[in-house]
């Protein structure tokens, strides 16, 4: 999926499927926005803290945690729109060089692509469910007592949400490629 058929609706998928589509995309376009103003966040505070430092010779505590642990949370924000936007890792040129010879072999694929990936995002939910559990009722935190604190489970749920986010994406991608598929489209 290119940037340009990620954005324009594809005349072989049915007028549902371009609704659904429009809906989730609003979700998925929201959590990038998350991520992105949490990019900034961390901006101005890693420049807060440089500032300080230097300055004033007075440093933000907990920088660093909250550093590491708004990188694993923009991460998952924003990995449902990378996918929605053809930006993840992919072989284009295999891709585009089986279109050419056969798009059916494409949408097959490309279904097979989403469905193995629709298990692997299934399996980090599934694994990061009890984490967010144990972190939420354990009132786990990250830092050092008496300096920082912040809590865990902000970010265990963020990577749920954004998994979650990725998982619908996977599987209108590849409601698109068995329509696509099944249609004949492009062949």
Request: charge should be positive; glycine fraction near 8%.
């Amino acid at each position: 999926m290119t940037e340009r058929s990620a954005n324009i609706p594809d005349p072989g998928l049915p007028g549902w499927f371009h609704a659904l589509r429009r809906s989730v995309d609003a979700v998925t376009g929201a959590l990038n926005v998350a991520g992105t103003l949490l990019i900034v966040a961390v901006m101005l505070l890693v420049n807060a803290d440089v500032i300080g430092r230097g300055a004033l010779d007075a440093p933000v505590s907990g920088v660093p945690e909250m550093v590491s642990m708004s990188i694993v949370a923009i991460v998952f924000l924003q990995i449902a729109q990378t996918f929605r936007q053809g930006r993840l890792t992919r072989t284009e040129l295999l891709l585009t060089g089986l279109e050419n010879r056969s798009p059916r072999a494409r949408h097959g694929l490309e279904l097979v692509f989403s469905l193995a990936a629709l298990a692997l995002v299934w399996q980090i939910i599934a694994a990061s469910w009890p984490l967010f559990r144990k972190a939420w009722t354990r009132g786990t935190y990250e830092g050092t007592i008496g300096d920082f604190i912040a809590p865990v489970w902000p970010v265990k749920l963020i990577i749920i949400i954004g998994c979650s986010a990725l998982l619908v994406q996977l599987a209108l991608h590849a409601l698109a490629a068995f329509l696509r598929l099944i249609r004949g489209a492009g062949a």
